[in-house]
């Protein structure tokens, strides 16, 4: 397997009001690149909220699940709502179904529980696989501030994977995704990748 990583606009950067968004391309090496010390409120927000992502199989603050690929990805609603247009709609409706079943069952508890999300039905028969819903998922925890490195099967290790049918596949399953959940930066990136 090689590497291919990807560096989308940084979401540090959106936060200060730049909208522009990179794709610096893709590089075979090593895994992402990491933020030293020193870091700024908004680097330690972006960090923090990353490492909810990261910290698999912490499920302690973990309010909904999606199952990629047999899988299972823990993660914020709160956050997925922030950032995914698509997932608060999602959200929401989910929300008003459930307070109309309290309603017609005034008997029901409120239970705290977690949603489960199969992502084949939320990308509707678009195929996206773990390794670049991941990606995604990272881009949407704040990890954009640096580059990310992610599987890739190509038979060529010298290969930099910029025009490869591997990258280009992995590229093309996060358009679709950032597509299908609305993120616009991520999606233009992509674009821009593919072009």
Avoid at 25 to 54: N, P, Q, R, T
Avoid at 101 to 130: C, Q
Avoid at 169 to 188: N, P, Q, T
Wanted: with cysteine; glycine share 10%; aromatic share 8%.
């Amino acid at each position: 397997m090689a590497r291919l990583q990807f560096s989308p606009a940084s979401p540090a950067s959106q936060m200060s009001g730049s909208n522009s968004s990179v794709w610096s391309g893709c590089k075979s090496g090593g895994g992402g690149g990491g933020g030293g010390g020193g870091e700024g409120g908004a680097e330690k927000l972006v960090s923090d909220i990353e490492s909810l992502l990261h910290r698999s199989p912490d499920e302690s603050f973990s309010d909904v699940s999606i199952y990629v690929e047999g899988k299972r990805v823990h993660a914020h609603r709160c956050i997925l709502a922030v950032r995914c247009p698509y997932f608060r709609s999602f959200f929401s409706a989910a929300a008003t179904k459930e307070r109309e079943r309290r309603e017609d069952n005034t008997a029901a508890a409120a239970t705290a529980s977690v949603m489960e999300v199969k992502l084949e039905t939320v990308m509707r028969g678009e195929k996206v696989g773990y390794e670049a819903f991941m990606a995604v998922m990272s881009y949407v925890y704040g990890s954009g501030t640096k580059e990310f490195a992610f599987c890739v099967s190509c038979f060529d290790s010298s290969c930099p994977h910029v025009t490869c049918r591997p990258g280009i596949e992995f590229v093309l399953e996060i358009l679709r995704a950032s597509s299908v959940l609305e993120i616009s930066d991520l999606k233009a990136a992509a674009e821009v990748h593919t072009a």
